[in-house]
């Protein structure tokens, strides 16, 4: 059984950092590409940063891209996404994401809210 667990979300000021954790369990974690999700109030679920399986190859929404940073331990089944210079426009809940078995999986997100 695939879970996903996400942590490290939390209340920041605007130019501050987080860094979110995911623990992956229950599949082969090092053989499958990795995603961050994110989903305001009132908005839809949105793409932030993906790393492949092996190469750790990186690709980021471009409101993103320069400020966050997005890896993966293999050895330890965890995701991370580092956030740098966080936005009031970040604020939302952020989830980790895998596609296994023909299934998209995700975990239960954590919230991260930038303001002053």
């Known amino acids: 059984q695939v879970q996903l667990v996400e942590s490290g979300g939390g209340l920041v000021q605007p130019g501050g950092s987080l860094r979110l954790s995911c623990a992956a369990s229950?599949?082969?974690?090092?053989?499958?590409?990795m995603s961050w999700y994110r989903q305001a109030p009132g908005k839809e679920r949105e793409f932030v940063a993906r790393i492949t399986s092996v190469g750790g190859m990186t690709n980021y929404r471009d409101s993103v891209r320069g400020r966050f940073t997005i890896s993966r331990d293999n050895a330890l089944s965890m995701l991370y996404l580092e956030m740098d210079n966080l936005l009031p426009d970040d604020t939302a809940v952020y989830y980790c994401?895998?596609?296994?078995?023909?299934?998209?999986?995700w975990g239960k997100g954590t919230q991260v809210t930038v303001s002053a």
């Open positions: 994401n895998t596609l296994y078995s023909s299934r998209n999986h």
């Open positions: 229950g599949f082969p974690f090092s053989g499958y590409g």
